[in-house]
């Protein structure tokens, strides 16, 4: 089991405020904390912040969690260790999923968001009342990104019933304009933390048992604005001194309170005896003191009597600990005194003080502590010591931040002789995703290790660096540099497997097959004596992908799924997400899009779940883009591309973003968009031309031809053709596809031989490694040539195959080339058609409940298809009414154009049906008759085809069968079929519209009726969280329904959640009252006044 860093309970203590003054004017601002998701209390120091939330969980009677930052906190492994280890003194059993999800973490800062998913699951599963978590002093950690983004993807996703208070001193820096717009987020400031004047009088009463005259304490009041630190500050000063002398002592202090701050501060100083001064300066320098600690730093025995007046005399000392034998300063006075420890010791002293410090926290066991004194007391050979013991654990809980902010104090000098920090820092760089950066560190880490001839230090980076050079593109670098370890792997059989993965991987794509397979050859060899399944997934992975490259994607899905599989076995997430990619990537090649889709999808789950942040995200982000453009789904396919691109940026990772260029060339391209096309490919080809990767080089040469033969750009062609034939000699499909162009660039040009004979080069290959999807894919423009060659009699039953594939686009091609004047080719075109099946009908599947969309087989019918609204108005309709049969044209003219002129609109009307019949079947030719949009004489209907439905109709079947099952543990799941399927309202987008108004509300009826049901159920079976979700779901649509209202107030009272039933019992008054203009019932505030009192 991880065990994480070390917890420090006293940072999980509530701070102790027995002195604490009752602040009833701020009472009714605490009571709105459980109605928030989000609470800041954000003011300088010395406000009271923290005293007044310290009092809230005993207030709101809810269990709180108390975290008190401090700079340690800016790493998320330790954070999130303080947040379990705080909610765990309320709920013992949450937090065991989460911590074995960091160990199974292979580099935590990858897989932060994972992480959290699993952390707010058990928050979800454990936490079944209200909790009221706070991050006391905020500010501490407010400038480290990691906890910034950590906090916000944590209190996007919190569970209601948990409430988030942030204590600071400055903004946190958070995004919370829309909490603040949704109302989830109560803001406390300075204003209202300030001390009123009856408040000041309370203060000195309770807390000293002192009072000034009334003139005097609105002097104070003006003075300090209310800054409770300035009044504590002000009462040592002026204890003691007679009325008519504090007066104008009053009168005569100028200035802000941050200048009366610093002022009273040093007065209050200077009233202690010399050796309190001396005490409370030298003890300035630590993060927390006892009296043994202290007694033995400084050299003196009477510590504890000190600690204890300070604590008494409420000097800003705090206890630390539940057994109050440890105790910390308050920031505010702890800065003032690390300031005059400046100015009264010399910078000797100082130095000898934090080694001596450091010393003590080392001989602790404290080696954290210890090491930052030693780098404040310049003990550069100690504190590198400890470093050096302490990396390897930082950057396993993924404390990066902190490791960089020792690296950075450490001199260069010391730096440089020291190749194991040189290469923990290159570590923590690469984890960053800093990749050139990581690169240059290893190298000079490298360096380092070669001089002190340390093999294994050597070895790990040569290792590292061809990791890098690999994910980076630079391949002849990383195989240079693997071959190096290789040779010095001293025979370990796993590590050489490890490496040859890698070298199979890049010797593919350079080209060089035969080396590839005999890596691989080496490795099974390796590997027949180990019988490792890890590292034979690992082989499979990369020899699947130099079947790839040369261009047998079967092969390379087989092994891609056998990776897959092992990897699901194994639990090596890491693995399996690249296995996906695999599978992906090949079935873009096969043209298996659909399922290539779905693998990235299922990789891109994977790599969101474990929180992968890597190069595994960019690639599968890429596959999604490819696999979307062969589906047709284009602002799918670019956005996603986009994303890849930028991920590939962020890595440095050139030739990721050479491959994601040619993937948007070729969206670009089928969206129309030919310049953008060309400016990915120019782009793609710019990134990599220093980096000799042939295969890359070749895709995105021929990518660039293809845009440049669109704009018939002839010359500028030619040479990049010549060039990607050349590059791609050894991948046939790529070669395939530069065979397609130079065809195309021929046949164009009326260069007739020479495009048959590319066009049968192609075909041949596309034949024999089964790339017929690759031959359809061209269908724009490929029909005629090959009908060339079918009147040819070359690869006659292979080209019938290709033209039943292309279905009823060729079938309108060939119609059109029946007419040639060629009595070979009508010919041909003829005996073409003759064999050509009639295509299935794909059905229809329409979503009215909620956004309106359309399916036509499992393709969605993008948004952009629907050019006319008329033809879209009319689509809904037929719809709607379809069980009526055939409907008069002047039904419908009626429905468009109600107003219009009835010899107008009938021409209107024959507008808009050829509109629709062209967004439902947009590759229908004139003439040919519709599937969906039937006509007999002057009327019209609509057939939906096979397995073509409606969601409404859905809805209702699932509803029927609820009503009629007797069982009601049976009839529960057809109730909550129903409740899934609807998704909003009907056909919400047009309210206005008259014929949806009646329907519209006869479903949200019915939906309502069923959503009781379901409450009714959950109520019963005693499941009251289930139950508030769907009277929830219920006061989203009708917030007026007050007997639902009273169903919740009951559910939360039978959870023990007075603060919800409170909450609702308010929402409920308010609505109703406000809404409706009208009192509650008698019912409901009976109910109410009998909750709220058990």
Known sequence: MYQGIKVLNSKLLSPHSADAIRRRRLEPLLMEITKKRLTTVIAGAGYGKTTL???????????????????????????????????????????????????????????????????????????????????????????????????????????????????????????????????????????????????????YLELFLASFPPESTKILHKRTSGWISGLILFYHFLHGKRHSEIERILIGIKGSHRVISSYLEENVFDLQPDKIKGFLIKTSILSRMNAEFSDELLGISNSRDILNALEENHLFTFPYDEERQWC??????????????????????????????GSLWEKQGEAEEALGHYLKAEQFEKACRLLRQLGKKLLKEGRLKLISSYIRKIPNSYLDKDPWLQYTHARCLEFSGKQEDAIRAYKK???????????????????????????????????????????????NPRLCINILGNLIFITSVLGEMTVADRHFNEGMSLLSELKDEDLLAWLYFNQGFRYGFSGDFIEALRLGEKARKMCEKLGNYHLLALSYHLISWSCYYLGLFSKGLENAGKGLDLVKERGFQDHSLGWLLMDAAFNATGLEKLTEAINNGEESLRIFEDLGSRWGQAYVCHVLHGAYTKLG??????????????????????????????????????????????????????????????LTRIYFLYARFYYEQKQKESALDKLLSGLQLCESNQYDVWVVSE????????????????????????????????????????????PQIRKAALTILDEMPKPPT????VYCLGKFRVLRGDQEIP??????????????????????????????????????????????????????????????????????????????????????????DEFRKELNLAREEKNPEKSISYYLNAEAIYRGDFLEEDIYVDWCIEERERLKEEYLDLLAKIMEYFERKGDYSRCIEYARKYL??????????????????????????????????????????CPLSKETEILYEKLKSL
């Open 53 to 203: 939330i310290a009092e809230v969980g005993n207030y709101l009677g809810l269990n709180t969690v108390w975290y008190r930052l401090d700079k340690s906190d800016r790493d998320f492994t330790t954070f999130l260790s303080y947040l379990i280890a705080g909610i765990r003194k309320h709920f013992p059993e949450l937090g065991e999923e989460t911590l074995c999800r960091i160990e199974e973490a292979q580099i935590l800062s990858l897989e932060r968001r994972a992480v959290l998913t699993v952390f707010l699951n058990e928050i979800e599963k454990f936490v079944k009342n209200g909790l009221i978590i706070v991050l006391d002093d905020y500010h501490l950690v407010g400038d480290s990104k990691e906890i910034n983004e950590t906090l916000e993807f944590f209190l996007e996703n919190l569970p209601s019933q948990v409430h988030l208070i942030v204590i600071s001193r400055t903004d946190p820096g958070l995004h919370l304009s829309r909490y603040r717009a949704t109302r989830e987020l109560l803001e406390i400031r300075e204003e209202e933390l300030a001390f009123t004047i009856p408040e000041i009088e309370q203060l």
């Open 328 to 357: 910390f300063y308050h920031h505010l006075f702890q800065e003032f005194l690390n300031a005059k420890l400046h100015k009264e010791l010399d910078r000797e002293a100082i130095l000898k003080l934090n080694k001596d410090a």
């Open 445 to 491: 880490a490298h360096n380092t290790f070669r001089k002190d001839e340390s093999s294994k230090g050597t070895g790990l980076c040569l290792n590292a660096l061809g990791y890098n050079y690999f994910h980076t593109g630079e391949f002849q670098k990383a195989e240079k540099r693997l071959k190096e370890l290789l040779e010095q792997s001293d025979g």
């Open 673 to 734: 968009d030919h310049l953008a096309a060309e400016k990915c490919a120019k782009t793609g080809i710019t990134v990599i031309e220093d980096m000799k990767l042939p295969l890359d080089e070749g895709l995105l040469k021929g990518s660039l031809a293809e845009s440049l033969i669109e704009r018939r750009q002839w010359e500028d062609a030619r040479p990049l053709l010549e060039d990607a034939e050349k590059n791609l000699k050894n991948s046939r499909l790529f």
């Open 779 to 822: 269908k724009r423009w490929i029909i005629p040539p090959l009908v060339d060659i079918f009147a040819q009699g070359e690869m006659q039953d292979y080209l019938l195959t290709i033209f039943k594939k292309m279905g009823l686009s060729a079938q309108e091609r060939l119609a059109l080339l029946q007419r040639s004047k060629d």
């Open 842 to 845: 794909p059905g229809l599947k």
């Open 863 to 952: 948004a952009e298809r629907w050019k006319s609204k008329k033809a879209k108005m009319l689509f809904k309709y037929l719809v709607h009414v379809r069980s009526r049969g055939y409907l008069p044209k002047d039904v419908l003219i009626e429905l468009l154009w109600p107003e219009g002129n009835p010899t107008k609109t009938v021409s209107r009307l024959h507008a808009v049906l050829p509109s629709l019949r062209k967004t439902l079947e947009p590759e229908i030719s004139r003439g040919i008759p519709s599937t969906y949009l039937l006509r007999e004489g002057d009327s019209y209907k609509l057939h939906l085809g096979d397995g073509g439905w409606v969601d409404v």
């Open 1036 to 1077: 989203a649509f009708d917030k007026y329904a007050e007997d639902v209202y009273q169903q919740l107030m009951k559910c939360y009272s039978m959870m023990g959640n007075k603060a919800m039933v409170i909450r609702t019992f308010e929402r409920c008054k308010s609505n109703i009252m406000n809404g409706l203009d």
